[in-house]
Nanobody
């Protein structure tokens, strides 16, 4: 059974940083691309970042380019999202997803206040 468990969310002030983690189990982690999404109140869920199975070719939403970094450790079955220079517009529930599937984590709340 596939499990994706996010952690690392919290409340920070504008300009702060957070590092999200998503621990995966139940499938061959190194064989799949992984993605981070977010959903703000009243808005649709949006793709934030994606990373290939090998860790190369990261891609980002325009709104986070230059501030967020996606990475993965295939030995630890974990994907990360380093978030810097946070703004109130980054406030959302952040989810990881096994790319191309309906496997999602439960989400972790990120709140950025001024």
């Amino acid at each position: 059974q596939v499990h994706l468990v996010e952690s690392g969310g919290g409340s920070v002030q504008v300009g702060g940083s957070l590092r999200l983690s998503c621990a995966a189990s139940g499938f061959s982690f190194r064989s799949y691309a992984m993605s981070w999404y977010r959903q703000a109140p009243g808005k649709e869920r949006e793709l934030v970042a994606r990373i290939s199975s090998s860790g190369g070719s990261p891609s980002y939403a325009d709104s986070v380019k230059g501030r967020f970094t996606i990475s993965r450790d295939n030995a630890k079955n974990t994907v990360y999202l380093q978030m810097n220079s946070l703004t109130p517009e980054d406030t959302a529930v952040y989810y990881c997803r096994r790319s191309g599937t309906t496997d999602w984590g439960q989400g972790t709340q990120v709140t950025v206040s001024s």
